[in-house]
């Protein structure tokens, strides 16, 4: 015998349940668009790509760019007066005084001044830390040297 709830419980049971599994439905739609790999430079994804069109086509419109990276990460490039300044983490901006960015598949290079000193700065791409365009209020946020998302393997 199946028990039969009582009328006005059932009223709310059923819209109850048509969301909660229109919300299953949305989530696991989110994680399947959310590639499974375990390629540690995969979330710079969207940064690797806006930092090449910078470098082709230069900034547009209101875009500018603040970056955080660790300076002691294996590969980063900073004159030693910044990495005895900022021996952690330090950020800068690409907006009006920087030339030359180069953008590689695992790391990018910029000419930037320091108190009127112009120093070339390699950041490898996995020790960025926050990537922001204050301009449309967007910041991203990354954690250092691991997997974009964690794979299940059997």
Not at 58 to 64: A, I, K, M, T
Not at 117 to 138: E, G, L, M, Q, W
Request: hydrophobic content about 40%; some cysteine.
């Amino acid at each position: 015998m199946t028990p039969s709830w009582p009328r006005p419980l059932r009223t709310l049971i059923t819209p109850f349940a048509a969301v909660v599994m229109m919300l299953a439905a949305l989530t696991s739609h989110a994680a399947a668009q959310q590639p499974c790999t375990t390629d540690p430079l995969a979330q710079y994804a969207e940064v690797r790509s806006t930092l090449a069109d910078v470098a082709r086509r230069g900034l547009r419109g209101r875009h500018y760019y603040e970056i955080t990276f660790r300076t002691s990460f294996d590969g980063v490039i900073v004159p030693d007066a910044q990495r005895a300044k900022y021996p952690e983490d330090m950020t800068f901006v690409l907006q009006h005084q920087f030339e030359r960015l180069n953008v590689t598949a695992d790391r990018f290079s910029v000419d930037l001044w320091f108190k009127g000193i112009k120093s070339r700065v390699t950041v490898p791409f996995n020790a960025v830390t926050y990537f922001v365009d204050p301009s449309v209020n967007n910041r991203r946020e990354f954690d250092p040297g691991t997997n974009a998302r964690n794979c299940d393997r059997p």
